[in-house]
């Protein structure tokens, strides 16, 4: 099998045939700690990402990089200069997974928004549409390339470039809820949610500026449980899971 010719798997029709996947850094970290990036989980991420990438989804991914650098954990230093360690932070864990889909025999491509040659591509986004449709992975580093914006807003951002039908957003909580869960048992989940009412409850699906954009452009966002094994398969299959975005009827 050539690079760019996935081997495509028989079975039920993908809900979406393009996507961007958007991942905290948490989805990087060893389970019992919050910094670092664990082999393991990574490698988790990837055999998934294989499956869906089986099925002829196009399969493009913004990574945050909180599991190793967090900027308001620095509250005296110039809030330019932390997110540009943050966005540095992102790259490193855009070349963690890009090792571990190639190790299980994706081909990955990294993009950055930071011009660094000798380790990525520089963000293109017709670029970045032939790699999908070559079936490569597409990795999204550095964030939006300057301060101020958060991955929410690049992956949104990123997402409508590249034409992407839905953006699907890997959390640590099964979906949305009306108050966090760790903290009230009694938290109602949502199973859909419109973007105004999002926007008017400030729920924690996404930063305001990044479901703005896909608001105006009727973009989904499925958010959804990363860490239960097989559930980014059972989102592009059209599971019931998670809590679905979207516009008025």
Known sequence: MSEGEPVLIDGPAPVYHR???????????????????SERATMLLATQL??????????AIVVGGGNIWRGRQAPGMDRAHADYMGMLATVMNALALQDALEKVGVPTRVQTAIQMAQI???YIPLRAIRHLEKGRVVIFGAGMGVPF???????????L????????????VDGVYDSDPNLNPD?????????????????????ATAVSLCMENRLPILVFDFRKEGNIKRALLGEPIGTLVHGAA
């Open 149 to 159: 914006f958060s991955t929410d807003t690049t992956a949104a951002q990123r997402a």
């Open 50 to 59: 294989r499956d869906i990438c089986a099925m002829g989804v196009e399969v």
């Open 187 to 207: 938290a109602v989940k949502f199973e859909t949610l419109e973007y105004l009412e999002v926007l008017q409850r400030g729920l924690a699906v996404m930063d």
């Open 19 to 37: 996507i961007l996947l958007k991942l905290s850094g948490d989805a990087f970290a060893p389970p019992a700690h919050e910094f670092g990036i």
């Open 120 to 122: 990525a591509e520089p």
């Open 161 to 172: 470039e590249i034409r992407a039908e839905a953006i699907l957003k890997g959390t640590k």
